[in-house]
Nanobody, 119 residues
Framework: QVHVVESGGGLVQPGGSLRLSCAASGTIFSIHAMGWYRQAPGKQRELVATITTTSGTNYADSGKGRFTISRDNARNTVYLQMNSLKPEDTAVYYC?????????????WGQGTQVTVSS
């Protein structure tokens, strides 16, 4: 079993910054990819950013130039640095981890961390 835990959310003023962390633990042969998704009130869950095992990245247009995703392979951890935050960034942010196991590939989700951008 693989457990995924996010942290770093909170309340921040517009223009402020937050750094989210996501750590995976359990039986892991290797991590194929990790990513961040978010779900705002009244909206469907959407991609924020992903990073592959080769550190290739993909960003949604909404976060380009403001968000940076990175990973620490040795610690099975992924980060999301969010700068110049806007009220529309308010959402629950979820971490997704795709792991390689003896059975193949499986994906896991964290419980989410709340990010609120407000004056």
């Amino acid at each position: 079993q693989v457990h995924v835990v996010e942290s770093g959310g909170g309340l921040v003023q517009p223009g402020g910054s937050l750094r989210l962390s996501c750590a995976a633990s359990g039986t892991i042969f290797s991590i194929h990819a990790m990513g961040w998704y978010r779900q705002a009130p009244g909206k469907q869950r959407e991609l924020v950013a992903t990073i592959t095992t080769t550190s290739g990245t993909n960003y949604a247009d909404s976060g380009k130039g403001r968000f940076t995703i990175s990973r620490d392979n040795a610690r099975n951890t992924v980060y999301l640095q969010m700068n110049s935050l806007k009220p529309e960034d308010t959402a629950v942010y979820y971490c997704n981890v795709i792991v390689v196991t003896t059975r193949g590939r499986d994906d896991y989700w964290g419980q989410g961390t709340q990010v609120t951008v407000s004056s």
